[in-house]
């Protein structure tokens, strides 16, 4: 079935460390974006990629990085440079301008011990 | 600028009792509407869209019209069951390429 993997589902990070989020979709969308969800705030973009090998930031960049080298893939790196990086993180993809909903991955839990 | 506003939770519902929940957006356009589903540890699902003033969107007995004149987007269901409880989202979007929720209201439904 067609749809957007992430992975770890649950993932624990020491402080300082870099840990990155891995984000796969078969939907053959070119738009992704990778949000976070925190309690009471709903969701905050973080990064969004229209096309391979670009990229815009979105409200909340800072502390984050990603790539995009290929079409179904937009892994999501926290960095130790992100001060409050224990998060709920989602990865979406649509098909890009003027098509429609956004589809969304389970999700993947940060917590920094 | 954009923004949607939903009303506040939690809610807390009798089973079939009926549902409401608020949403009002501010947008310079004409934006897609979106009402979308957050069950506990999973990603959000669309649950329901409308594109244009006056559409109707509905799924699973959940219905929300699209209100240029209150720029509201309001969920209803007549009946809810315990599996109706989660979290909903409203969102609007003008190409599909920059989403805009709100906070969420979580709604808890006891037999």
């Known amino acids: 079935d067609g749809g957007i993997t992430q992975s770890p589902k649950y993932l624990f990070r020491k402080e300082g460390q870099n840990v990155t989020l891995s984000c796969e979709q078969n939907l053959n969308h070119d738009a992704m974006y990778w949000y976070r969800q925190d309690p009471g705030q709903g969701l905050r973009l973080i990064y969004y990629?229209?096309?391979?090998?670009?990229?815009q930031k979105g409200d909340i960049a800072e502390g984050y990085s990603v790539s995009r080298e290929k079409k179904e893939s937009f892994p999501l790196t926290v960095t130790s440079a992100q001060k409050n990086p224990t998060a709920f993180y989602l990865c979406?993809?649509?098909?890009?301008?003027?098509?429609?909903?956004?589809?969304f991955g389970e999700g993947s839990r940060l917590t920094v011990l | 600028g954009d923004s949607v506003t939903q009303m506040e939770g939690p809610v807390t519902l009798s089973e079939e009792a009926f549902l409401t929940i608020n949403c009002t957006y501010t947008a310079t356009g004409y934006p897609s509407l979106f009402w979308y589903v957050q069950y506990p540890g999973e990603g959000l699902q669309l649950l329901l869209k409308?594109?244009?003033?006056?559409d109707k969107g509905s799924n699973k007995g959940f219905e929300a019209t699209y209100r240029k004149e209150t720029t509201s987007f309001h969920l209803e269901k007549g009946s809810v069951q315990v599996s109706d409880s989660a979290v909903y989202f409203c969102a609007l979007s003008y190409t599909g390429n920059q989403f805009y929720f709100g906070t969420g209201t979580s709604l808890t439904v006891i037999p």
């Open positions: 409308a594109t244009k003033a006056d």
């Open positions: 990629s229209q096309i391979v090998n670009d990229f």
């Open positions: 979406a993809s649509n098909g890009g301008p003027n098509t429609g909903e956004l589809f």
